[in-house]
């Protein structure tokens, strides 16, 4: 199957969290074109459960001008890649203070395909412990708290959590309880 040639491509701007860049492109059928690029490293997303409750994290998304229920996620500092099951565990004890002792793949989740190169992985996390978050400065007006199945599942319903990744991920997480 033909593919999109990448031409030329430039760096527009980068801060420490994503390079936006700009590439030429050659169409497969010869013809010419731009397309532009966000390059952020892969994120893991943790989905904190002890069977009967989902741990979620609220905080206030700036592009969007609201607060969001969530599940935990994130990427390493400094644009690094790191180990999916590690960047887990420390995403679950940076944003909750929880620990687990199991962290089980559940799939993998392209953010916005058309515009971004950012994927993540997410994780079923069981066996939780209790402990102190260790959030980041950015994150210091989030706040955590456990809700049952049942009400994750309203506040998906009403448009509470709305954040694509968190329901793709609940739907990875129904896919395996099948």
């Known amino acids: 199957m033909p593919i999109i040639e990448t031409v ?10 994503l390079v936006l860049r700009e590439d030429d492109i050659r169409r497969p059928d010869g013809s010419s074109g731009i397309y532009s690029v966000v390059d952020k490293p892969n994120y893991a997303l943790v989905m904190p459960y002890d069977g009967q ?3 979620l994290v609220e905080q206030f998304r700036y592009p969007l ?3 969001r229920w969530e599940f935990p996620q994130g990427t390493a500092p400094g644009l690094a890649d790191a180990e999916p099951a590690e960047l887990a ?3 679950l004890r940076e944003e909750t203070g929880l620990g687990a002792t199991a962290f089980v793949a559940l799939g993998l989740v392209d953010v916005a395909p058309g515009m971004t190169s950012q994927r993540g992985w997410v994780f079923l996390a069981t066996g939780i412990t209790e402990g102190e978050a260790e959030r980041e400065h950015e994150e210091q007006d989030m706040r955590s708290a456990w809700f049952p199945r049942d009400e994750v599942e309203q506040m998906i319903r ?4 709305a954040d694509a990744q968190s329901i793709a991920a609940y739907g990875l997480f129904l896919l395996q309880k099948q």
């Open 8 to 17: 030329a491509s430039r760096e527009i701007y980068r801060n420490p969290w």
């Open 53 to 55: 409750r989902f741990r």
């Open 65 to 67: 001008g609201v607060r």
């Open 89 to 91: 565990a420390r995403e």
């Open 158 to 161: 009403s448009g509470v959590i």
